[in-house]
């Protein structure tokens, strides 16, 4: 084991998405030293797999890569991908927090050539694609990745497939002995910036998630429409690529239901609207369905949620979906009651998207200290011990909350480490 001393009021962020890296740089532009650790093998989280960011449609590429610069300038930034927090212990202005890194089996003479990839006859399940697609078991994590550096899954490497991989790298890079290290560093703070992920589809057996590929998560629709993405951009159904003619987008989907999240994800309702839009560019003509309990877009998305609403080709219910029944010839139908008319409908697509929430991380990954957290998994801060919580650690929030909120979780952490 190995340790690493920051300067006195050294922090901590766990977590290296939009969130995770928003509080580093906070924290390091004003001098203090910050180790920033991501448990994946790259910097973005759920913010790199978007297509675009409501309201402006802009692509998250831009602001992430002004991020990623940011990072590489500043000396005070030390980073450390697939490395997960194992246990903290001491106290306020004096943690020593013990950290572990999982091998890449890919060292730090790689040059992101992709010859590895090329060579490697083995395949996985592309992760960063929601499983949509293929990768090679070497493979760079996506196109923005940061650090721009492969990876390899070594348990889906064949014997030859380990042959391959290394026999093509001329640099040297690939080290298929890598081990698991073990390293502690010395904070005064700690902010987590831990994320979140989609509920789990499965879980809602009256939607059917996974029985047809006509339904999907609004995640996998985000990663359709992005260009970089398993269909090039293009939204069609998977398994058959079957152009749109028409889809229901059904809302809170695991979200405020006592039986899965109680909560509001907050940002399902502008998400549907703006994948809307994703269908809309793509097909003029296609019939849009929304079915929801309530629209919620409060304050400055209410013009947004206005324009989606105006046009001809979508129809709103208002009212809970019940079932999906999955039709022979690949689509499905959407059962409801409406609750204005008390009519129950059934309405027949091409495919159905369903509004998966979000889940904090660490309610299903666990903590490695005494952290305080709500029933919902969310963590809440406690400034005297200086443990902080930020983007959607804290709470269900959209980019814009997430960083004003890692700004003042920055603000705190530097305030602590100065006492």
Same mark, same amino acid.
């Given at each position: 084991? +190995?340790?690493?001393? !920051? ?109 590895? %990839? ?58 298929? @002995? ?16 831990? !994320? ?56 809170? %989907? ?22 809307? +839009? ?49 039709? %022979?010839? !690949? ?25 998966? !929430? ?10 490695? +200290? ?13 400034? @005297? ?7 959607? %650690? ?26």
């Amino acid at each position: 084991m +190995t340790g690493e001393q !920051g300067t006195s009021g050294a922090v901590l962020v766990v977590g290296g998405g939009i969130s995770g890296l928003t509080a580093a740089l906070e924290t390091a532009e004003v001098g203090n030293d910050v180790f920033i650790v991501e448990k994946s093998a790259s910097f973005g989280g759920r913010v790199a797999q978007l297509n675009q960011y409501f309201p402006k449609l802009c692509p998250p590429s831009c602001g992430l890569e002004i991020n990623f610069r940011r990072v590489r300038d500043n000396r005070k930034i030390r980073t450390y991908t697939m490395t997960t927090v194992k246990s903290v212990s001491g106290t306020p202005g004096n943690y020593e927090v013990t950290l572990e890194t999982s091998p890449r089996y890919v060292n730090s003479n790689c040059t992101a050539c992709g010859d590895c %990839a090329v060579a490697c006859p083995d395949e996985i399940d592309n992760e960063f694609n929601l499983g949509m697609n293929k990768s090679k078991a070497a493979y760079l994590p996506h196109e923005m990745a940061f650090p721009r550096r492969y990876v390899i899954k070594k348990e889906s490497l064949t014997a030859a497939g380990a042959e391959a991989v290394k026999g093509a790298c001329k640099y040297n890079a690939v080290d298929l @002995d890598m081990k698991t290290e073990t390293f502690t560093v010395n904070v005064a703070s700690i902010i987590w910036a831990t !994320g979140w992920v989609p509920y789990e589809a499965t879980k809602m057996e009256n939607l059917k998630f996974g029985q047809s590929k006509a339904i999907v998560t609004n995640m996998m629709i985000e990663r359709m429409a992005a260009p970089n993405g398993p269909t090039g951009g293009k939204i069609v159904r998977p398994g058959d690529e079957k152009p749109i003619e028409s889809i229901a987008f059904v809302q809170c %989907a695991g979200s405020r239901d006592e039986n899965h999240l109680e909560f509001c994800s907050h940002v399902c309702c502008m998400a549907t609207f703006k994948q809307m +839009t994703y269908v809309r560019e793509q097909y003029p003509d296609a019939k849009i369905y929304v079915f929801y309990i309530d629209l919620r877009t409060p304050g400055k998305y209410e013009k947004f949620r206005e324009v989606r609403m105006a046009d001809k080709n979508a129809t709103f219910i208002k009212g809970k979906v019940a079932d999906i029944i999955l039709e %022979a010839d !690949g689509g499905v139908s959407v059962i409801a009651e409406n609750a204005i008319t008390a009519e129950k409908i059934t309405q027949k697509v091409d495919m159905a998207v369903l509004a998966t !929430g979000m889940q904090p991380s660490l309610a299903l990954q666990g903590v490695p +200290t005494d952290l305080l957290m709500d029933t919902n998994g969310f963590v809440i801060s406690e400034f @005297d011990k200086a443990m902080i919580a930020a983007g959607c %650690a804290k709470k269900a929030a959209d980019v814009v909350t997430c960083t004003q909120s890692s700004t003042a979780a920055a603000l705190k952490a530097i305030q602590v480490s100065r006492r």
